[in-house]
């Protein structure tokens, strides 16, 4: 129990490192977390610092999921193994989302999200991130993308441990997913009023279609 409560800390560690706010820091001297959305991943970091800072900082935070997940799998007794390191990956996730050396604040948990799935079985994340871009530029709201990686992990987790019996699918990983949608929910809640009330931000083919109907609008 000790052991992986050290693996849980670690992993929490982990998940804190800030890259976002060093990459916006370090480029631009401004603090990320004043800018845009106000997080500290890769969406708000490329609004800040560009494009090429904003990639690199989604696949550090996708990696230290993924890397808390292995450190775990590697250190933890066997009877611990696959609970630990679904519990390993939660604290990275909420590491990320409440980093401790931002006073507790930080991205809403997209990429360690996925890093945590691509850990626990390495063709999930090409499944779920392309399903992922899909509704973000059908439906035209990155929460809603945001959120159904997790659902979709969960999804995925379940099929394999339950349908397909798969070797490696452990039963505990659906927890994974259950667990970093409320993660990520609870993050995300600000854009979900936000898209209660008809005020969240559209990207997209429909955030192109809503500019070209006000456009014409107003040349009438």
């Known amino acids: 129990m000790f052991i992986l409560i050290l693996v849980m800390l670690g992993a929490y560690l982990i998940g804190s490192i800030p890259m976002g706010y060093l990459m916006v820091k370090t480029f631009t001297g401004k603090d990320v977390r004043e800018v845009g959305s106000g997080r500290t991943g890769g969406t708000n970091v490329m609004r800040a610092a560009g494009l090429a800072a904003g990639i690199f900082t ?15 799998q590697a250190i933890l007794p066997e009877e611990w193994r696959p609970i630990g390191m679904v519990a390993a990956g939660l604290c990275s996730i ?32 090409a499944i779920a991130v392309p399903i992922g871009v899909l509704i973000l530029f059908g439906v035209g709201y990155a929460s809603i993308a945001t959120l159904s990686v997790s659902v979709i992990l969960t999804l995925l987790f379940a099929y394999r441990a339950y349908i397909l019996h798969a070797p490696g699918a452990e039963p505990e990983f659906i927890l994974y997913g259950l667990g970093s949608m409320i993660l990520l929910a609870w993050a ?20 192109k279609r809503l500019k070209q109907a006000t456009t014409a609008q107003r040349s009438d």
């Open 94 to 125: 909420l590491g990320h989302n409440y980093s401790v050396f931002l006073k507790f604040k930080g991205g809403a948990g997209g990429a360690p999200c996925v890093g945590g799935g691509l850990a626990l079985w390495p063709w999930s994340a």
């Open 188 to 207: 995300l809640r600000s854009n979900f009023r936000r898209l209660l009330r008809g005020e969240e931000r559209l990207v997209g083919w429909r955030a």
């Open 58 to 72: 989604a696949a550090f935070d996708l990696f230290k999921t993924a890397a808390s997940i292995w450190i775990a």
